[in-house]
């Protein structure tokens, strides 16, 4: 039996690499750290089907408190590590308590970026959304009627939009780039998510940032924009991206850059310590890059357990994310990272759309909205190296799977 793994993370990534270890019969002692007070649970439902009131939180549990149990895999809750001692192999608690490992996995995920004190991000009223804490506070916000300012037009700021129109709320959404979904997706994606949006009367904002939030007793009241225009509401939901949980790695002399360094393998600079997730900044194609995503923290996690129990598969990420908002989903395969030309395709049903991303003439990524048939095949396509005639690709009357050949 091999000596004890410590899991410093009980997110998806955490909970993704013991269950696999257990899954694949390897018995070694595993100690799971996390600092919250609940047990490993999905995150996306959060901010939809649990924020609706849809979903109770004991259905987005990984699994009962009595699997851990069954499979003798120890979870220390509401505590942390506060630094790792590589030299003796243990990591340190915050209480001075210390914990000895033969393997360590930091599993450690990123955290939300904060408006800055100096605009008024300390006033009381001012939201992440991010973990059950975030989302039991907003749950007390999203009332019918109210105000809320969204600040950031990425794919959090857009599904926090949806949900509080589902509820009644009046929304504003600013982003200071000129469009949303700037960042990660192309004008055509960001052209069909603003009309939904608009036709559910949320007012979006380009082109206009945050000057200062308006300070009543404490409480945010209105806000101060950019372009001069003054906005009463009350409360804000702040979107404006994440930072990878690193700092542990770094202060351990692990290599970091925007994340931990890992290889192909999920190895750290130290061949003891694996890192997984979002903290993780992992080689694709030549470049390093780090992943957002639940189902890179999934598969790269699972990769790294298969090493640990004696594989020698490296991972081989195939991105795939998705977002849902409204009665939209809209499901994206590949990484656009560096692509120079788009094709927009029409969908077989009204209000469903497909845009592709190219790379020096490569098919490198697909968005697709309500379009499940262009999503598989645009996966199909990017995972098989296939690239298909733009002219066929275009006409909507071509059957995509006669371009998988």
């Known amino acids: 039996m091999a000596g004890r793994l410590v899991i410093v993370g009980a997110g998806q990534a955490g909970f993704a690499l013991a269950a696999k270890l257990r899954a694949l019969k390897d018995t070694r002692p595993i100690t799971m750290i996390g600092i919250e007070e609940s047990l490993p649970y999905q995150r996306p439902p959060l901010s939809k089907k649990y924020l609706l ?233 030549g470049m390093r890059i780090r992943l957002e995503s639940v189902q890179n923290a999934v598969d790269q996690a699972e990769a790294a357990a298969a090493l640990m129990a004696g594989g020698s598969a490296p991972y081989e990420p195939k991105p795939w994310f998705w977002s849902d908002q409204y009665d939209v989903k809209l499901q994206i395969a590949g990484f656009n990272l560096g692509y120079d030309e788009t094709l927009l395709r029409p969908g077989a049903r009204e209000g469903s759309a497909s845009v592709w991303y190219f790379k020096a003439g490569k098919l490198i990524a697909v968005d697709a909205i309500n379009d499940a048939r262009a999503y598989v095949a645009g996966k199909k396509m990017i995972e098989s190296g296939i690239t298909p005639d733009k002219a066929l690709l275009a006409d909507p009357a071509t059957d995509l799977k006669q371009l998988l050949a």
């Open 53 to 285: 009131g849809e979903m109770s939180f004991d259905r987005l549990l990984f699994r009962p408190e009595q699997w851990f149990h069954d499979n003798d895999v120890e979870v220390r809750l509401s505590t942390w590590v506060e630094r790792i001692d590589r030299e003796q192999r243990q990591v340190v608690m915050q209480d001075g308590s210390r914990i000895d490992y033969e393997t360590l996995a930091l599993a450690t995920g990123s955290t939300p970026r904060q408006l800055p004190a100096s605009v008024g991000g300390e006033l009381r009223g001012v939201y992440v959304a991010r973990d059950k804490r975030d989302a039991d506070l907003l749950t007390g916000e999203m009332r019918a009627g109210r105000r809320l300012l969204i600040i950031g037009g990425g794919y959090i700021g857009l599904e926090a939009a949806a949900v509080a129109r589902h509820l009644g709320l009046e929304v504003t959404v600013i982003e200071m780039a000129e469009r949303i979904l700037q960042r990660v997706a192309a004008k055509e994606t960001a052209d069909i998510m603003r009309t939904i949006h608009l036709g559910h009367d949320v007012v979006i904002r380009e082109g206009v940032g945050l000057t200062k939030l308006i300070d009543t007793n404490g409480h945010v009241s209105g806000a101060e924009l950019s372009d001069g225009s003054v906005i009463e509401l009350d409360f804000v939901i702040a979107g404006i991206g994440v930072t990878p949980n690193d700092q542990l790695a770094k202060e351990a002399g692990l290599d970091v850059a925007n994340g931990i360094v890992v290889d192909e393998f999920a190895r750290s600079s130290d061949p003891a310590i694996y890192a997984m997730g979002d903290c993780a900044m992992l080689p694709w194609k």
